[in-house]
Each structure stands twice: as C-alpha cells, then as structure tokens.
C-alpha cells in the first residue's frame, strides 16, 4: 500500500539554524501536508499543497510538493525554541479520504 | 478550519473497564475519524464514521473493542472497551473540513490521554 517515508528521525540544532526535513513514496500523491504537533496536544496544520511543484509558505515555514509528486520537503528557518515538536507529512490515499502519515521528524532546538 | 474539542482531556482507567471519549466539532462535517498515537509513534487510523451509518473499521480494529457512535453531523464518541496496559495510548479525533474530495484536509482535536493500569 500507500507509504511515507520521512527522514530524519529526530533532529537536535542550535537556535537561530535552518530546518530541513523530507517525506517520499514510491506512489503518488495529490495532496501533501505538514503538521506540527506539541507535547500533549493533537497535531496542527501547517502547509498544505495542492499542485505539483507548489511552493508555499507560512511565516518561517517552506514547503514544497515535488515535481514527481512522490516528494516534499519542509524547511524551517532561524529556528526558535517554540519550533520543538514532532512534524508529520501526511496525504491521502489515492481515490480514497482516508489520510496517512509519516512516522515524524522529532525537533529539538537548543537556547 | 474546523474546531474540534474532546472529552476527557486526559484519563487513567483500571484494566478491565471502558472509557468513551467524546468528540465535538463547531460546524456540521460529513467525515469524522478516529486516530491512536501510541507513545512515540505516529498516528493510526481506528475507523471513518460518517453519520447515519456504520463506522468503517481499519485493519487491526474491531467494532467490539471500539464501538463508535456519530448521532449528528457536529458529535462523535469512541469507547475503548475492555482495557488493558496496551491500549495506553492518545486518541484523536479528526474531521475532514472541505467539498469531500480526496485534496481536502484533516484537521484534528487536542487529543485524549489514556493511561491504563
């Protein structure tokens, strides 16, 4: 089936560095999302891409959907301690409304 | 955008018992869903509850051990039956705010703690 595969796993970094993260498939996608979710609460949306080759952003946050449409990746820039949480790319599934998720890229970020 | 609250925030249960979590949206959904996030995972998909029928229930879960209700198009509950320590986990409840094409997204609840002992 379906799969999103993100890496890294976890990143630790210094206050005031740029953020990159990615999310592949080997299927396509028409939608790709990114959220961020807190400790102890649910996740948030952040970015949203609807088109391949979108390029959207949100305050520090950029992302951007592959040209393939099997792709994208988040970048975050001049990171701030507020960033530290776990963000996930999710889609849905092709021809269906269900919607599944990477395994999370866990952010640290050090004062 | 959708604003979802759930109900408890956070729980501890005896092994054994159920817990029924309530889910509230502010504005009428057709799709309402139900996630599980196990501690230091990502989320999974429980069951889609669309109004005026059965919940569809995703591989791995059964309607038994987590029967779920969807009375109106604003309101959802989701019991853990029968628990034990294995069901610790946040669940999440999610509505999908859009036309109910495939492109639309999901937006979430804060989630409920499950703590079994």
């Known amino acids: 089936g379906q799969q999103l595969n993100q890496s890294p796993q976890s990143m630790f970094i210094q206050e005031g560095e740029d953020v990159s993260m990615n999310c592949t498939s080997s299927s396509i996608f028409n939608t790709w999302l990114w959220y961020k979710q807190d400790p102890g609460e649910g996740p948030v949306l952040l970015i949203a891409l609807y088109k391949a080759g979108e390029l959207t952003s949100n305050g520090r946050l950029t992302a951007q959907f592959g040209i393939t449409r099997k792709d994208s990746f988040l970048n975050i820039s001049a990171s701030i301690p507020s960033d530290v949480g776990i963000y996930f790319c999710?889609?849905?599934?092709?021809?269906?409304?269900?919607?599944?998720f990477g395994a999370g890229t866990r952010l640290f970020v050090k004062a | 955008s959708a604003v979802i609250s759930q109900k408890p925030s956070r729980d501890i249960c005896q092994r054994g018992t159920s817990l029924t979590i309530q889910c509230q949206v502010d504005?009428?959904?057709?799709?309402m869903f139900w996630y599980r996030q196990q501690p230091g995972q990502s989320l999974t998909l429980i069951a889609t509850?669309?109004?005026?029928?059965?919940?569809?229930?995703e591989s791995g879960f059964v309607i038994d051990k987590f029967p779920i209700s969807r009375p109106n198009l604003t309101f959802s509950t989701l019991t853990v039956s029968n628990m034990s320590p294995e069901d610790s986990s946040i669940y999440l409840c999610?509505?999908?705010?859009?036309?109910?094409?495939?492109?639309?997204?999901?937006?979430f609840g804060p989630g409920t703690r499950l703590t079994v002992l």
């Open positions: 999610s509505v999908e705010a859009g036309q109910g094409m495939s492109t639309d997204t999901q937006y």
């Open positions: 504005s009428q959904v057709t799709m």
């Open positions: 509850a669309n109004q005026g029928s059965e919940a569809t229930y």
């Open positions: 999710a889609g849905p599934y092709t021809g269906g409304f269900k919607t599944i």
